[in-house]
């Protein structure tokens, strides 16, 4: 008959584990493992030896509120010869005495979360399992280990804003390793309306990453449950801070986390999407932050956006927009629930609230394949998306007389797809994956496919008659006067006699326009047949600077209209004034547990002095895993030079990044980062 092992202690054997398991920078405390890899821990018997074949031992592993075999969220199983990693299964890998290695490892599709061991009749363990992307049965399974180490184990980034024209890289500290950070992302899981409701069978779907993923696209924003974020999109940030204040995750999850799941306020759509590249990194899903420009905002599904100006070229505002960038996430993994290994691999999911989706505002996961090749009907929410790179735009110009009429333009939804390059901070365009060359056979086919009419209609038109372009200058520096250009060029073998409106206005990056920063109306405008004309705008920082947002952006608007006949032509950019470039240098020794000085410098570019100015850094491993600010006890006049020390202890070797930041009274969210390679 079987002896059961008379077990007194054990040892969790966390630091081997949580290394062997690619999670030891969550700490070595307790027992972290991911899903289809065994992990190995000692038992120390009170009597007896152990002996094979005659030593007996009944474990039972539950998770969640409502364990059951039934849901896959409770197994039990005795000792095997071999371990089994298709099941929960345990084998003692040591020889017989009275210390016995016990090898345990659990399936590769087992629910996510918090799991308690038993052990016979000699106690609990408790340890977490999370997704496991180094594993080739898990769905999540990613076989390139450089892909790896950006998409799961990095903990800083950059996320690219600014204008299809100039993106602007922005560094971001994801710290999904940081202390505590992982706590909350499972209480993220747990606090969800599908957790709330049903927790027996919502932990029973912890194991499907398509599942996990949806849920997380929900719970980022705050619009239906207890989740992580309020978003706001005007410039009034009472009651919270101006979503360019934050530098990285850890803040914002731990505010959530201590304001007992309290929205925090405010995010916009490259926090919502950081914040959901954290959680799902900490989770073991790899994940990464991408940015369409010019991404369009589609509220009634027929891939048409409809725009309003004014006589003067003005936009007049509309429920459907073109936002200057849009940021989402893509996550790795199988869909075995659309029958096809074609649509495996990125799936784009979209924490923002914009739409809602089966009733919530959430969005996606849907395959990046998909849109690529107009597949509307696959799960989920692919016209969305496809919207969002694909609509094509149509402007209307309402006259005073209440009258409109249609307006030639040559602007162009979904351009510069971005995300940041695996192993370096340069940008990866990655609009190939979402869309085929403009004008190619297969693009035409897809557009045929998703019914896109109105863009195969457009396609075919094409126009050889006057010409509308607007040029800018490559010194753009917020706090200077510069020219940018209406170019108007005529195509045609005859005389024209135009009428040329050429503005300027503060933007924000979703479209919502605001004060005028700059006007010209000309109203004669001569071209012989084949001659150029270019029309200067002078924007002064006198005028704009009162008026620009903190995303520091200027919509030009041209409007040609020929007195001879036809459409009114209209040529539109944005334009991204550039911040002072904040300069980092490391004082010291770039080592483990040793005090660190950074020197940081910023001039100030304005034709004013700047009051309250303040230096902020933070950094995975760097920081503690806070916030370090610096203020400068006196002002500083224009051309002279903020300047600060401060001090900091990096906690793990390897690269890591330091995400400055500087606020002041006239001047604000500047960023800037400097990467360091901190030894042991």
Known sequence: MAQALDI????LECEFNNLDHHTDLNGADRLIVRRGQTFTISLYLRSGNYQPGLSSLDCVVETGPQPSEENGTRASFGLSAVIDTSR???????????????????????????????LGQSGRIDFILLFNPWCPGDRVYMDDERSLEEYVLS????????????????PWNFGQFESGILDICLKILDMNPKCLKFPGKDCSKRGIPTYVSRVLSAMVNCNDDKGVLLGRWTNDYSGGVSPLLWRGSVEILRSWDRQDCLPVRYGQCWVFAAVACSVSRALGIPCRV?????????????????????????????????WNYHCWVENWMTRPDLNSPDFNGWQASDPTPQEKSHGVYCCGPVPVRAIKEGELTFKYDAPFVFAEVNADVDYFMKKADGSQSKVTHTSTVGQKISTKSVGSDAREDITHLYKYPEGSDEERATFEKANHQNKLLQQQQQDQGLHLTIKVGSDMRKGCDFDVFAVVTNNTQSQKKC?????????????NVGENCGFKDLLNVELSPGA???????????????????????RLAALLMDYSGG????????????NPEIKIRILGEPKENRKLAAEITMQNPLPEPLEECCFNIEGANLTGGHVISESLTSSVGPGEDAKVKI??????????????????????????????????
């Open 88 to 118: 929960w299964s345990a084998a003692v890998t040591s020889p017989p005495g009275n210390t016995v290695t016990l090898s345990i490892c659990s399936p590769p599709d087992a629910p996510i979360g918090r799991y308690t061991l038993t």
């Open 647 to 680: 001090y900091f202890t990096p906690t793990h070797s390897g690269l890591r990044k330091l995400v400055v930041d500087f606020n002041s009274s006239k001047l604000c969210h500047v960023k800037g980062y400097r990467n360091v390679i901190i030894g042991k």
């Open 499 to 511: 009428r040329l409106v050429f503005g300027s206005c503060a933007v924000s990056y979703n479209g």
């Open 532 to 554: 150029e004309r270019r029309v200067p705008l002078r924007l002064n920082y006198s005028k704009y600077g009162g008026l620009i947002t903190e995303e520091n952006l200027i």
């Open 155 to 170: 903990q800083d980034g950059i996320i690219f804003r600014g204008s299809a024209k100039y993106p602007v890289p922005t």
């Open 567 to 578: 459409q009114p032509k209209l040529a539109l950019r944005n334009i991204v004034l550039d």
């Open 290 to 322: 991408v940015t369409n420009f010019n991404s369009a905002h589609d509220t009634n599904s027929n891939l048409v956006i409809e725009q309003y100006i004014d006589e003067k070229g003005s936009l007049m505002k509309s429920r459907e927009m073109i």
């Open 8 to 11: 007194e202690r054990w040892n």
